[in-house]
């Protein structure tokens, strides 16, 4: 099929990418001119496991092409997906102003009947909101399709591919099929394609992300009142996460959740909500929470240093989880930010993040390339993504190259009985 994708981020590039894995011909376009001028020489602007490869092989055959002429992409296609940002607007709403402007100019470009997809994540209402633009542009008949994308950064090709399900909002039969159609080689292992209305399916992406926030919130809670009765989250995780009716995904606690997606999507939800007059309470507090864990790994230092000013704290791991270099909603950046206005200095590393850190921190934080040559002279250390190469670092060197042997867990990767035998001082999440 020929397929434009509008919007070469994580979730257009990805999709894009994957769509001509499966021998469909696909336009991304995006208006960032130097990204797409660095697609265009193979070069990808976003880390993201397995991902240049693909590109790289799709580009050689000639079924992946990168470009900023939207309408000839749109003109050269039967599909065309909308995978532009959908950010926080002024009042926690969804910011639909890329959406919009993209539909003006599909409306602008139609040459014939084209389905529509969006892929963004937006508030229900807004395939009609496209569809109205778009037909303000156009004669030429159109479907407009509801497609939300499920893929979780740094496992975006694998998800993309294997699908745990396809969610399709479509008000007609011909889009339907098209779609269909589509996906079938995405789903051959028997994930399901759930055909819905398009309301449904818009609210499908925010129900999925608002419930993993609140097993994170509820979790950092639990966490936190292990702390203050005695006991160990640990155990209390495992004897949950057995319970088959709850399972284990989603129960780890942590320095609060961060990224692209979670934050902006429970905003917007309680946003859309209360619209219509709803007050969706446990999001609210799912939010709140997790304001506050974000920088509860800085009481624990304050607890252990009492001041902060004149100490200089290394942290291992900026991006908002492992295997990306995102940092949008970092916990990272409130963290380093209360520990540089509490007097600290910092050195940081990060695996794939320190490009895009330097652009929030600049010369505020000292970089550097290597893990341990962070750790030199520091009063401590703090773990702040779980990323594989920290897992089992060399305790002796740490000891040797730290000021002080302490060790603040942001993700409790370690065993504390280990590491206070080694000598450190040991401060984790919920753990004794
Ligand atoms: N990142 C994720 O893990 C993820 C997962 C599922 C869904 N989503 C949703 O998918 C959407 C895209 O997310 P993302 O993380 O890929 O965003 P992103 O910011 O990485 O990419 C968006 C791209 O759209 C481009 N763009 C904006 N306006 C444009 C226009 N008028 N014409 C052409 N290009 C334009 C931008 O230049 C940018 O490259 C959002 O709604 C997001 O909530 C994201």
Redesign the pocket.
Known sequence: MRIAV???????LVAGACLAENGNDVIC????AA?VRALQRGRIPIYEPGLEELVRRNRAEKRLTFTTD?PKGIKASQIVFI????PTGEDGSADLR?VL??AR?IGKAMNGYKVIVD????PVGTSEKVREVIKKETQHPFSVVSN??????GA?IEDFMKPDRVVIGAEDQRAEQIMKELYAPFTRTGAPIMMMDCASAELC?YAANAMLATRISFMNEVANVCEVVGADVDQVRRAVASDRRIGPAFLFPGVGYG???FP??VKAMVRFASAKSYDFEILRAVENVNERQKVRLLSKMKQHFGSLRGRRIAVWGLAFKPKTDDMREAPAVPLITALLDAGAAVTAYDPEAMKVARTIFGTRVDFKDKSYDALSGADGLAIVTEWNEFREPDWTKIKKLLKTPVIFDGRNIYNSEQLRGLGFAYYAMGRR
Request: charged share 30%; glycine share 14%; aromatic share 6%.
């Open positions: 509008i919007g070469t981020g994580y979730v257009g376009v995006d208006k960032d990204k939207l995978a532009v940002g959908t890329h402007e993209v100019q892929k963004s994540t937006v939300p994308e499920f893929l979780k950064q975006a992406k990224g692209s997606c902006k999507d």
